[in-house]
Antibody
């Protein structure tokens, strides 16, 4: 069974940093591209970033480009999102999702940016 | 960027009704579209992939159709557990984009 478990959310200050993690199990992690998607409170879904299976290809939404960095560690079956220069509008639940088809999702981790 | 226009934004219906939700893409996306269901406080769950293929384990009352720029999600006979918010997603090109969502409520 595919399992994706996000962690690392919490309270961050404007201008500060947070690092999210996504632990994967139940499939061959190194064979799949991975994604981060977020959802601000009471709002719709927003794609944030994608990384190919070997990290050769990386994509970002304009809203986070230059501030967020996606990465992965295949031997550790883990996906990461380094979030720098945080803004209030980054407040959201962050989900990791598998594959370019976003077929399986984790339960999400809440990031709140506030002073 | 490809814009996904989803309609309606909300819908009131009764158990047993047939409902249809539409997504229009601002340019052709072949059949690179998925439909997701989200219940409050939960992660989205994929219902349909490749525009018309039913995800394993999803009831057959859900169906998808379309290709190119026009897509539909149909629920043939609404059940109480179907009241949720539905989103389409295009994964044809980056940046991936979601529709605005359709909140399906009980009449």
């Amino acid at each position: 069974e595919v399992q994706l478990v996000e962690s690392g959310g919490g309270l961050g200050k404007p201008g500060g940093s947070l690092r999210l993690s996504c632990a994967a199990s139940g499939f061959t992690f190194s064979s799949y591209s991975m994604n981060w998607v977020r959802q601000a409170p009471g709002k719709g879904l927003e794609w944030v970033s994608s990384i190919s299976s070997s990290s050769s290809y990386i994509y970002y939404a304009d809203s986070v480009k230059g501030r967020f960095t996606i990465s992965r560690d295949n031997p550790k079956n883990s996906l990461y999102l380094q979030m720098n220069s945080l803004r209030a509008e980054d407040t959201a639940v962050y989900y990791c999702a598998r594959d370019s088809w976003l077929d399986s999702w984790g339960q999400g981790t809440l990031v709140t940016v506030s002073s | 960027d490809i814009q996904m226009t989803q309609s309606p934004s909300s819908l009131s219906a009764s158990v047993g009704d047939r409902v249809t939700i539409t997504c229009r893409a601002s340019q052709g996306i072949r059949n690179d579209l998925g439909w997701y269901q989200q219940k409050p406080g939960k992660a989205p769950k994929r219902l349909i992939y490749a525009a018309s293929s039913l995800q394993s384990g999803v009831p057959s009352r859900f169906s998808g159709s379309g290709s190119g720029t026009e897509f539909t999600l149909t629920i043939s006979s609404l059940q109480p557990e179907d009241f949720a918010t539905y989103y389409c997603l295009q994964h044809y090109s980056y940046p991936y984009t979601f529709g605005q969502g359709t909140k399906l409520e009980i009449k």
